[in-house]
């Protein structure tokens, strides 16, 4: 099992920054994909940004790419997610997903809600105007 606690969020003005925080505890952090989706009132869960466990490749959703940047740090079995330029648009609940230690050549694998199996309680992240 893997548990995930996330922090840092908070209510910011447009423009400005956050940094999330995703600790984990419990088997084998260091081999896992890890993950950060949102969820916004009334729309479906989406995927904003993954980190892979070998190479540390990152992916991100369009609507993030160039302002938000995911990071791990495996000796502190935590990752990050620096959102910078943040917008209303942002205003979410933001989980902190861990999936596999599955290697895959596609970003498609990254990005899909059933390649993770342990989330997180949510942090919520309001970006007002």
């Known amino acids: 099992q893997v548990h995930l606690v996330e922090s840092g969020g908070g209510l910011v003005q447009a423009g400005g920054s956050l940094r999330l925080s995703c600790a984990a505890s419990?088997?084998?952090?260091?081999?896992?994909?890890m993950a950060w989706f949102r969820q916004a009132p009334g729309k479906e869960r989406e995927f904003v940004a993954a980190?892979?466990?070998?190479?540390?490749?990152?992916y991100y959703a369009d609507s993030v790419k160039g302002r938000f940047t995911i990071s791990r740090d495996n000796a502190k079995t935590t990752v990050y997610l620096q959102m910078n330029t943040l917008k209303p648009e942002d205003t979410a609940v933001y989980y902190c997903?861990?999936?596999?230690?599955?290697?895959?050549?596609?970003?498609?694998?990254?990005?899909?809600?059933?390649?993770?199996?342990?989330w997180g309680q949510g942090t919520q992240v309001t970006v007002s105007s």
């Open positions: 419990g088997r084998t952090f260091s081999r896992r994909n």
């Open positions: 980190i892979s466990w070998i190479g540390s490749s990152t």
């Open positions: 997903a861990a999936g596999s230690s599955t290697i895959s050549t596609t970003s498609a694998y990254y990005t899909a809600l059933g390649s993770y199996d342990y």
